[in-house]
């Protein structure tokens, strides 16, 4: 079989991550054939690397002729513009979630990659999380019959750099996205309504740049079934992933995954490991998986799991959201865009 | 030291728990001296208990010089009038919830109370309960530092009759008045806004008498702390019963109470017992612990732990989640009452 | 009904326990009509329950003509005098296990309940607790098919006096003994040799009085199949009793009761409550329940759950146990007695 | 750094293993030279990985000049003569359990490599799954205390094939080898007397091969603690590997690894996942561990975390497990070998 040649945009911390997965894991089936990172020693890794081009110019591996698919996994701020161009280019796009900032380039993307044909796959890998998968599994089986409530409970382990906060586009688009995505993929619905609350409860300075640090959301399904999501910045044991699905026919919880499965009893109580760091750990499967998903579908030339739709409608749901917050009431998503 | 004379008005499932505590768990400090309810057989029930007074005629009993405190267990529809009574007529009240479907009235008795300066318990048991009392203890030594959102799942293993929702005031009022009371006494602070979403997910029979049987309510405090409880009339796998708390130093979570602690391996799985079947299970030491709690502070003379003010909050927010949900639109506490 | 008419020997913790589950519980069905106790102040007491005849002297009590039903639960060293002179008198017997220390004496006495057809049940309270009394009626069931292996764990919160360990038979004879039971009446069966160690681990003044603190018996059933029992004197998390039962089917665990079913997640774990603390909370439910058996076996004349004959068998276990400890090897049961 | 240069000597399951991790995760410092097998197609393999040189002749990678570290995944029986070529060939070793199933063997081998000072590292590998990993370290760290007993539950989910029963060396000498090994490791001491119990429960045709395929053993260790094992050939509920280890000032519970954190509430219960299927799955974790700590241990020229004497300590216990078993008494260890 040929392997997919692949061009890596952005070598931080996610880009690193997919370059060592396909490295380790699918080396049968895909190659990394270039690397762009304006920030990298290009002499001092192409001797490491010395079947990989490198160069600090993205433009310059989204053009290659080398490259058939393009993984983007730079800073958001140059997602829209790598993305189009890989688009024009007639590259198979991964792109790290936000296509952008702004509703309406996104849905220009969107727009694009649909009338262009490309295939592109959206970065939201925790669909890609085993336990979540399974669950998601168990719904479409009908294994709780139909869903009424989906609760979401997203929470960092603690507060990024206000720097970076400052230009993440906010809780909702930066990390409450996430969860947005995940509660239309667990119902397989679109979202009517957006219900938002926010505060900040951790740290003034998140305030002074603007944002917030806390928010509970409700969704409301075109079903009239809801979804709800509560996000915090920081919790102090651990970063917080669970979900819980209630149906008709039963209920699925899906928990944290702990760093291990030691239980210690002593005099002041019975004692469990906190839940694995941060996304790196967390999610580490789910990376792996995802990358799978995506030169699965380019091999095998079949639909991608999740699309720039997908993308849309979770930017939509995180702009309504804060609009919903500002203004005090619950937004339709017709509202947007 | 002198008995507390009780006299009990009202012998349906929530009277009969009272009756029975009273007489196996605090013979000490507390006598059953008069019982009223209209559908007994006096002479039956006379035979079998012949130190104490029957009649068919609540007022009568509570009329009664015998009687100094009257425990008000009969429906809904007669709790006012005879709350009424039991105050003008100087006595002590444990009153089940609601003390009345109508705001107005409710205020007005709350008031009365407090002006003749009754004491009066307001049957919110679940705050008695073991586990959420000893939640209630942890967040009040500052075990998880200031408690930013509380969660409420309260699920009941079963639509009650048709005839009984007709007069139930509604899910609000007759079912999520107690999640509400809990994110009040949890939190320990004052609501300012409401917002309610509800559907008719289980049986159109309830929706054919005008309520709801599914909920999803967000209630925001006067420090725009958040609570979000979650309401249904059916699940499958029985009566749910659960509550988290998330602070900044911590979360605790409330799980729920299991018929037994054992654990089945097989083939098909590793499975646990189901939650205790209701609330006359579930609840059996809240009924105990709140009688207890009413007796000791007639006998002591102390503050009562949960009084009118308590019920007229909760009250007031029923009335909002059900305008809110009306109207589409987050409702303020002080658009109520 | 006519209510069974009891005499209480013994108002130790164990007596009182019984004298409050009869009044609150069993007041319907069984009437404690007289009490003896050498240590009770007879005239104080007889104020508070002026129904009840009170005496220093058991023997008035086992030999009054009111008395059908007699409970032992007096020091050990008087069970089997006491005991006999019951069954000599005709009187139903429940008696706190053991009969005796003696094995002989144990012997006779199970020999005399049965050739005077005796009412007897032995206090074997564990087989009454309702988690155990669910495992069981699993097994009985088929639930995870014949069974191969029963596991026992059995640890106290802390060492009793070193005054009380003299007396006390041994850490076989007065603790283990219950689990020797336990795994019997899981089984069903006959054991057939006993294997066990048996360390002083926690404290030396054990040793010197003569006893361990710390032990693991193997039991080996007559069809083969096995049970192990680990026992210790000191758990410092608490009272730890449970089991697990593994068959060709499936396999069921019991774990220990908790004081509360709350969580606390913070920067140093997931906290769960300890175990409840020893035996006169842990088993509260098993007390009662014995009751309830012995009470309902004399009213409808049905057959008492546990007897002498298992009493004997436990005994025998006990003393193979120590001789097999004492002499480096395993023991047949059919070696002792 | 130089890359460690390996020959790896068989390609069924567990070679495979070894295989892909060093391919996978240590290409950086270690290097798959040779690899025998007398079942591979080698010009087919051949083609696959042109760097390595295959061959169906174990001696001739043994002998080979190119080879520093051999890695013996063989059958059992050709172990011993290929470890011995190996220590005589100056070649460190990485062996798969047992040395030998003779103790005269093992025990002349392991003397073998103490004597030429080859870096040897015996495959017990669940020393290296991460969960009893952390227990270990835990009870090192003092966090229990001084420990008194470890309970290991080990069971398959399934019978092998009768003829790998055969030649396997039984099941104390096949199965429960990497429980015994478990708990020295646990408990950092030497065993004193093994006393075991062994049945047939699951297969006639086990015991028709001369096997046992359920067994109870006890160990005493030379301070007089103690450790019990509890093995079956097959748990319907998948593959249960278990350890809990009790001491003065706490226990340590490690429980199974599952499927996923998915929990499933309806109707019949709340179910959990089953454990990971068997060794492969379950311990994969553990043989990724141990080759980093092989090729480690090579590179820093430091000590092998287990070697020849540990594997002789566990061959001992098997031995004497069995004469146990067989005599029907404990067996010193000081009688073996």
Same mark, same amino acid.
Request: net charge neutral; aromatic share 8%; with cysteine.
């Given at each position: 079989?040929?392997?997919?040649?692949?061009?890596?945009?952005?070598?931080?911390?996610i880009?690193?991550? #997919?370059?060592?997965?396909i490295?380790?894991y699918?080396?049968?089936?895909?190659?990394v054939?270039?690397?762009a990172?304006?920030?990298?020693?290009?002499?001092?890794i192409q001797?490491?690397?010395?079947?990989?081009f490198?160069t600090?110019?993205?433009?310059?591996?989204?053009l290659?002729k080398?490259?058939e698919?393009?993984?983007?996994?730079?800073?958001?701020?140059? #997602?829209?513009?790598?993305?189009?161009?890989a688009?024009?280019?007639?590259?198979?796009?991964?792109?790290?979630?936000?296509?952008?900032?702004?509703?309406d380039?996104?849905?220009?993307?969107?727009?694009?990659?649909?009338?262009?044909?490309?295939?592109?796959?959206?970065?939201?890998n925790?669909?890609?999380?085993?336990?979540?998968? #399974?669950?998601?599994?168990?719904?479409?089986?009908?294994?709780?019959?139909?869903?009424q409530?989906?609760?979401?409970?997203?929470? $960092?382990?603690?507060?990024?750099?206000?720097?970076?906060?400052?230009?993440?586009?906010?809780?909702f688009?930066?990390?409450?996205? =996430?969860?947005? $995505?995940?509660a239309?993929?667990?119902?397989?619905?679109k979202v009517?309504?957006?219900?938002?609350?926010?505060?900040?409860?951790?740290?003034k300075?998140?305030?002074?740049?603007? $944002?917030i640090?806390?928010?509970?959301t409700?969704?409301?399904?075109?079903?009239?079934?809801?979804?709800?999501i509560?996000?915090?910045?920081?919790?102090?044991?651990?970063?917080d992933?669970?979900?819980e699905?209630f149906g008709?026919?039963?209920?699925?919880?899906?928990?944290n995954?702990? =760093?291990?499965r030691?239980?210690?009893?002593?005099?002041?109580?019975? =004692?469990?490991a906190?839940?694995?760091?941060?996304?790196?750990d967390?999610?580490?499967?789910?990376?792996?998986?995802?990358? $799978?998903?995506?030169?699965s579908?380019?091999?095998?030339?079949?639909?991608?799991?999740?699309?720039?739709d997908?993308?849309?409608?979770?930017?939509?749901?995180?702009?309504?959201?804060?609009?919903?917050?500002?203004?005090?009431?619950?937004v339709?998503?017709?509202?947007?865009?």
């Open positions: 079989m040929k392997k997919i040649q692949i061009g890596l945009l952005g070598m931080g911390r880009g690193k991550i #997919h370059f060592q997965n490295q380790q699918f080396s049968n089936v895909a190659t054939v270039a690397v990172d304006p920030l990298i020693d290009v002499p001092a001797k490491q690397f010395s079947s990989i490198f600090n110019d993205s433009k310059e591996v989204v290659s080398d490259v698919a393009v993984l983007i996994c730079t800073p958001t701020s140059s #997602h829209a513009e790598l993305l189009e161009l688009i024009q280019s007639g590259k198979s796009v991964f792109c790290e979630k936000p296509m952008d900032l702004s509703l380039r996104t849905k220009a993307l969107a727009e694009l990659a649909k009338s262009t044909n490309t295939k592109l796959m959206m970065g939201f925790r669909r890609f999380d085993p336990d979540f998968l #399974h669950a998601r599994e168990s719904v479409k089986k009908g294994t709780i019959g139909d869903v409530i989906v609760k979401i409970t997203s929470r $960092d382990p603690g507060l990024p750099p206000v720097d970076y906060i400052k230009n993440s586009g906010g809780l688009m930066d990390m409450a996205i =996430h969860d947005f $995505d995940m239309c993929y667990i119902m397989n619905k009517a309504e957006v219900f938002a609350k926010g505060a900040v409860r951790i740290d300075a998140v305030g002074d740049a603007g $944002d640090d806390t928010a509970l409700t969704l409301t399904f075109e079903d009239g079934t809801y979804a709800v509560d996000n915090s910045r920081k919790a102090v044991y651990g970063y992933q669970r979900i699905i008709n026919d039963g209920m699925i919880q899906v928990d995954n702990q =760093h291990n030691n239980v210690l009893y002593n005099q002041s109580g019975i =004692h469990y906190l839940p694995l760091d941060f996304f790196m967390r999610y580490a499967k789910s990376y792996l998986n995802e990358m $799978d998903f995506f030169i579908a380019l091999n095998n030339n079949t639909d991608m799991p999740v699309g720039g997908d993308a849309l409608q979770a930017t939509k749901i995180a702009v309504a959201a804060k609009k919903s917050m500002l203004e005090g009431r619950p339709k998503l017709s509202e947007i865009g």
